[in-house]
């Protein structure tokens, strides 16, 4: 024990005087966050995003506020870009590298404000819609920005919200089915049914944003043992695709399926009343082989004809020795010649 507890002492040691201090000038370091909302000309007014329906040539006065949540004073860059959603759905505005050629460019907002430590501050923008607008939805941003210059790459950081701009006129709604595609999967079980597997996109062909109810129908021939299932249609701006994958269960391999997609779209925000809505369907016919089934009837086959063989056999040879054995009677009965006289 005495001879343990100094190697013990060194190791701790030695542990103590490699373990890494910070700066005390790191610790200090602040951090910056901040917030952007809606605002009206007093401040943040509840909204999550702007969303205003004008007329061509229209132009309008709106506000943001900027809320600075440190403890030092902070100089933002305002931005407005053209918006679009990711592949998850997520709403996002063009980086500062990529010019606007839509909404965005509709936004004028000064370019830039400083914020003091802890303080709000509202910053009024307008947007002008141009008289040649088409009818629909212009998706923007706007966003505060900070690019820190650590190292060789300058890094943006940006927060914002969403303008969804629509300009006046014929609204439509539609989604469009494209590169429909449906695989059988059976089931090695032959007493399962399998399952479709039912793959397209969704795109939007119209000029709003809007989502959608698809329901997918699968039938064997002259509509026999029909499947169904119904899936939604997530957000999607005017242009944009969303791909969808189905899964409808309890199929029987009847041959040929006829697999079908019809989408029923809706109008996202703004006023419906006189969109035009266009739903869309698409047809594709498969083949589906009742693998496991013929199997299975192959061995039930089989079995049968093995069956009947052995069974066959069995009588065959029961016949011979029943023959055998009647001549093996008939050749004793010679051979002991005929019974004696009384």
């Not at 966003?143 to 006129?169: I, K, N």
């Not at 695989?183 to 079980?189: C, D």
């Not at 009837?297 to 049968?304: F, G, N, P, Q, R």
């Amino acid at each position: 024990m005495t001879r343990t507890l100094p190697r013990l002492l060194a190791v701790l040691a030695a542990a103590l005087v490699t373990v890494p201090v910070a700066p005390a000038g790191a610790l200090a370091e602040p951090t910056l966050t901040w917030a952007v909302q809606p605002a009206d000309g007093n401040g943040p007014d509840g909204r999550r995003w702007i969303e205003r329906t004008l007329d061509p040539g229209q132009v309008v006065t709106e506000h943001l506020a900027v809320r600075n949540f440190s403890d030092a004073a902070a100089t933002f860059a305002l931005k407005a870009a053209d918006g679009y959603l990711t592949d998850k759905g997520r709403f996002n505005m063009l980086p500062s590298n990529r010019e606007s050629v839509d909404g965005g460019t509709w936004v004028a907002v000064r370019d830039t404000v400083t914020v003091g430590a802890r303080e709000t501050k509202v910053v009024p923008f307008t947007i002008t819609v141009p008289a040649d607008a088409t009818p629909g939805d212009h998706p923007a941003g706007i966003a505060a920005t900070v690019t820190s210059t650590g190292g060789t790459v300058a890094v943006e950081s940006r927060v914002g919200f969403r303008l969804m701009l629509r300009a006046s006129g014929t609204i439509v709604a539609s989604l469009a089915v494209d590169d429909l595609t449906a695989t059988y999967r059976p089931s090695w079980n032959p007493f399962s049914p399998g399952t479709v597997h039912v793959d397209y996109a969704g795109t939007n062909d119209g000029n709003v944003a809007v989502t959608g109810r698809s329901r997918v129908t699968v039938a064997g021939p002259f509509g026999l043992a029909g499947r169904d299932a119904a899936t939604d249609v997530e957000e999607t701006l005017p242009g944009g695709v969303r791909q969808k994958a189905v899964r409808v269960s309890g199929v029987w391999a009847l041959g040929p399926l006829r697999t079908g997609v019809e989408v029923a779209p809706a109008v996202l925000g703004g006023d419906p009343t006189g969109a035009e809505v266009r739903p869309a369907s698409a047809t594709v016919t498969i083949w589906a082989v009742p693998w496991s089934q013929l199997v299975l009837l192959a061995v039930l086959v089989v079995l049968v004809l093995a069956v009947r063989t052995v069974a066959r056999r069995r009588r065959q040879r029961f016949a011979r020795l029943l023959a055998r054995a009647r001549e093996e009677g008939r050749e004793s009965a010679l051979v002991g010649g005929p019974p004696p006289a009384s």
